[in-house]
């Protein structure tokens, strides 16, 4: 069987860096060592000196709008996406048509992913019956085939239905990943109104809570507040809220996501809960629309924009480069913590599978959505100029995006 040997790689993972060479066969991380000797002819060689190596990222919000919405993104662009952006595991959120709500919905995704996806890509199942917040779904014969729970695009208004839903998925032993939005809010409020009620929930049914995207700095004080009293809560931010604040704000599509982008003093609150690690992950929120759904201005522009194909380039020149974190820290937001948060698997250890991903931190190019595998050109950070260019990722060992 060939192999394949990549030399003179820097490892990254959360916890540090080191330089070694990696030995991949049979779709599995085969030898980790300063220096692998004894291949044949017949073994690949890379030599990536100079470059970073990390097991592959994993994005636990992501909408790939099959089935559905395919003309929006497949499973097919929106995983070549990821692979394209050093991702080999992403989440599928449940805004489909039928919505993920049953065995029978989530297996129809299921076929198209076992079809087309050349990573691993994990469905999540709605918390409510076609996500229409009425109707607790049947959680127990869910949650084995499922990454989680979640309404996402709209909070569960009821609390009473959230409730019961979450004694359910706690039965279940699963999670609810939570967008949380109060309608009746109406302001920036209504995302840490809501915020603040899951919280109590989760404490009161034992039900893990997840809180995706989050925005403002009201939410990063209940979530400090939530840790300290030791309950079983976890958060996810996105790029553009940790680059971005209203000041940067054009009326323009691009910018349209929900929830908004908020203010300079929300921004500087995310940094700060990134820095102190109340911030547990980095998410895209990678939603895809057709270019007539974003070129209808601010207002009218549908909300979601692209974000996998950026994030790792995007974070790194925004983030590292300017100091804010280590770049193992946001290894440890982009790859290690969703995996641990949400059970996905995957280390950067021998005899695991070969999901990795190689970037070269010296490159230097404009984000230009020409370039996408995404449907979707929709992209707040296009002609930005940043470092960090993926050049290889590999699923179970085998190539499934290049430039080297």
Request: with cysteine; charged share 45%.
């Given at each position: 069987m060939n192999r394949l040997l990549l030399k003179n790689a820097t490892l990254v993972t959360g916890l540090g860096a080191k330089v070694a060479d990696v030995m991949i066969e049979g779709g599995k991380i085969a030898q980790i060592a300063p220096a692998i000797s004894g291949f044949s002819s017949s073994d690949r060689i890379i030599d990536l000196k100079g470059k970073m190596l990390s097991y592959g990222f994993a994005d636990v919000h992501v909408h790939f709008r099959e089935p559905g919405f395919s003309y929006k993104e497949t499973i097919a662009t929106g995983s070549a996406a990821a692979a394209r952006g050093g991702y080999t595991c992403v989440c599928t959120m449940p805004n489909l048509e039928p919505a993920p709500d049953s065995l029978e919905n989530v297996a129809l995704q299921q076929r198209i992913i076992e079809r087309d996806a050349v990573i691993d890509v994990r469905p999540f199942a709605s918390i409510t019956k076609s996500r229409a917040g009425e109707e607790a779904v049947e959680a127990v014969a869910l949650a084995p085939v499922v990454a989680g729970f979640s309404d996402d695009g709209c909070g569960v208004q009821s609390c009473a239905v959230m409730k019961e839903a979450m004694e359910r998925i706690a039965a279940a032993g699963s999670l609810v990943s939570a967008h949380c939005e109060d309608t009746s809010a109406g302001d920036a409020l209504s995302e840490s109104a809501e915020l603040a009620r899951n919280i109590n929930l989760s404490a009161?049914?034992?039900?893990?809570?997840h809180a995706c995207h989050l925005s403002t700095k009201e939410s990063m004080v209940l979530m400090r507040q939530a840790k300290e009293r030791g309950l079983s809560v976890s958060c996810e931010t996105a790029p553009h809220y940790l680059l971005f604040s209203t000041d940067d704000v054009k009326d323009e599509g691009r910018f349209k996501m929900n929830p908004p982008i908020g203010t300079p003093a929300d921004h500087n609150a995310l940094i700060a809960a990134l820095q102190d690690g109340i911030i547990d992950a980095i998410a895209t929120d990678h939603a895809p629309h057709s270019e007539e759904e974003k070129s209808r201005g601010f207002k009218k522009s549908l909300s979601g924009i692209v974000g996998l194909e950026t994030a790792f380039a995007a974070c790194y020149t925004g983030l590292v480069l300017k100091g804010v974190i280590s770049l193992e820290r946001l290894i440890d937001l982009l790859c290690d913590a969703p995996r641990r948060i949400f059970g996905l698997g995957g280390a950067l250890e021998e005899g695991q599978s070969a999901d990795l991903t190689v970037?070269?931190?010296?490159?230097?190019?404009?984000?230009?959505?020409?370039?996408?595998a995404t449907k979707g050109r929709s992209c707040p950070f296009t002609g930005m100029k940043v470092r960090g260019r993926c050049l290889l990722t590999l699923y179970r060992g085998e190539i499934v995006y290049s430039e080297i």
């Open positions: 009161r049914t034992g039900c893990r809570l970037f070269d931190l010296d490159r230097e190019y404009v984000i230009d959505p020409e370039e996408f």
